[in-house]
């Protein structure tokens, strides 16, 4: 079956470091890969996307690219802010007809950024 | 504006009551879900639908219950069968396969 992975939390960084979250993923075929970002109490929010291999997904300062040959879709940010602090979910949707249409998460992982 | 919109956003009950979590979307997505997230913990889903009244068991359904009357709507029945009901409550929808799912804030139910 489908699975992600991504790193253990908490993750705590300084204001202003570099950050990586990184996910890796077991699916069959060429799925859709996301991040959605959690803040406390509040449902989850597509943060970005990629739908093919070498896709690079952006929003707000946060890249991920569409790795097939490592099968991985890693989150980066070159400088960190407090707001950014949250939890942060990878996730997988198979594509064509064999996926029953669901999507896979990772655990999450907790970002805390410190000034 | 379109959106999944889940009330109320909190929710106490006494213990061995039946209770019943809204969920309504406005985006004319065909498939809607129902996960349960404990503190520190990750999503794990509970009930689905792909189509009007059908619905498919997840990983978690024991104790909870779901109807698809309408393709607005998926209440989920967490019933006195759940034996640790207390927790956060996501409805999500989407449309078609490879897309990205839509979430509402929540629902958090206590159980005292």
């Known amino acids: 079956g489908n699975s992600v992975t991504q790193m253990e939390g908490p993750v705590t960084l300084s204001e202003e470091a570099f950050l990586t979250i990184n996910c890796t993923y077991t699916a069959t075929g060429y799925p859709s890969l996301f991040w959605y970002v959690q803040y406390p109490g509040e449902g989850l929010q597509l943060l970005l996307k990629a739908t093919k291999a070498d896709d690079k997904g952006s929003n707000k300062g946060f890249e991920a690219t569409y790795r097939k040959e490592t099968t991985s879709f890693h989150l980066e940010k070159g400088s960190v802010q407090v707001s950014d602090s949250a939890v942060y979910f990878c996730a997988l949707s198979p594509t064509g007809t064999g996926g029953g249409n669901k999507l896979t998460f990772g655990t999450g992982t907790q970002l805390k950024v410190e000034l | 504006d379109g959106g999944i919109t889940q009330s109320p956003k909190y929710l106490f009950r006494k213990e061995g009551q039946n209770v019943t979590l809204s969920c309504e979307q406005n985006l004319n997505h065909d498939a809607m879900y129902w996960y349960r997230q404990d503190p520190g913990q990750g999503l794990r889903l509970i009930y689905y639908?792909?189509?009007?009244?059908?619905?498919q068991k997840g990983d978690i359904a024991e104790g909870y219950s779901v109807s698809r009357e309408k393709k607005e709507s998926f209440p989920l029945t967490v019933t006195s069968a759940q034996k640790n009901p207390t927790a956060f409550y996501l409805c999500?929808?989407?449309?078609?396969?490879?897309?990205?799912?839509?979430f509402g804030q929540g629902t958090r139910l206590t159980v005292v």
């Open positions: 999500a929808s989407k449309q078609g396969s490879g897309t990205e799912a839509f």
């Open positions: 639908s792909q189509i009007v009244n059908d619905f």
